[in-house]
């Protein structure tokens, strides 16, 4: 959890997806993460994400929070 808390900053989210292969689609309220092989999640244009969404958006994108943490250094 801690290191979820420390990872919930909009632009860190949006690196992290985007190096895991996601491209950003951006719309006026939301921007949707797409991946080439079908996976997509919507991030809030918020500029903290609760860790509850947060969760949420990591499983959509079928990461693991681990996976996750490592790709946000």
Not at 21 to 27: K, L, N, Q, R, V
Not at 41 to 55: D, E, F, N
Not at 57 to 73: G, P, S, Y
Request: with cysteine; hydrophobic share 35%.
């Amino acid at each position: 959890m801690s290191g979820l808390a420390n990872a919930n900053v909009r632009t860190k989210v949006v690196r992290a997806l985007r190096r895991a292969g996601f491209e950003d689609h951006e719309g006026a309220h939301h921007t949707i993460m797409a991946h080439p092989d079908g996976r997509y999640t919507t991030l809030p244009r918020h500029r903290r994400i609760k860790p509850l969404l947060l969760r949420k958006i990591i499983k959509q994108c079928e990461l693991r929070e681990e996976e996750f943490l490592k790709l946000d250094k």
